[in-house]
């Protein structure tokens, strides 16, 4: 991703306001957001204001326990290049989110947004996104990082 002093709109979107997760710039700011089976208040994970130039963003979730519905609970991290720019506790749901035809968008997000915090489609404008990826397995997000960082200075 580049240009963040320019650059807002929606990186990912999964899902909707029944269920969903987000990750988007929104007035300077990489935010991600967890919209948990629609119930308020949204979990919100927001960055101080980024610089300008090309960064690797993302986020990651470490499950600690099941809660009481068999919700996952554990902790997420909001990263921008090798550094934590946000953290806290966050539950999740283990369904799909796509069972009204809401799927994984990129760089916008479909009519039926995750987040509040931004009108829909909330098309990405201002930067580039070099890529998207998602992982799900047990590999610390700093390993994920480095093959992005990697993968961008080849460019």
């Known amino acids: 991703m580049t240009s963040p002093r320019e650059a807002s709109g ?17 007035e300077g700011r990489l935010y991600y957001i967890y919209n948990f089976l629609g119930i308020k208040p949204e979990q919100k ?16 979730f470490a ?3 099941a809660g009481q519905y068999g919700e996952s609970l554990g902790t997420t991290k ?8 946000a953290e806290g506790p966050m539950r999740t749901q283990t369904g799909h989110f796509t069972l009204c035809g809401d799927g994984l968008c990129i760089g916008f ?8 915090e931004y009108e829909s489609p909330g098309r990405f404008t201002g930067g580039t996104i070099l890529g998207v990826g998602v992982d799900v ?3 610390a997000y700093l390993d994920v990082e480095r093959l992005a960082a990697a ?5």
């Open 63 to 65: 499950r600690e326990k």
């Open 10 to 26: 929606v990186i990912f979107a999964h899902g909707s306001r029944f269920g969903g997760h987000s990750l988007f710039i929104k």
């Open 45 to 60: 994970f927001v960055s101080a204001p980024l610089t300008p130039g090309k960064h690797t963003v993302g986020m990651a």
């Open 109 to 116: 997000d479909s009519a039926d947004r995750v987040s509040g």
């Open 151 to 155: 993968a961008l200075a080849r460019d």
């Open 78 to 85: 909001l990263y921008v290049d090798d550094k934590v720019v």
């Open 137 to 139: 397995s047990e590999e």
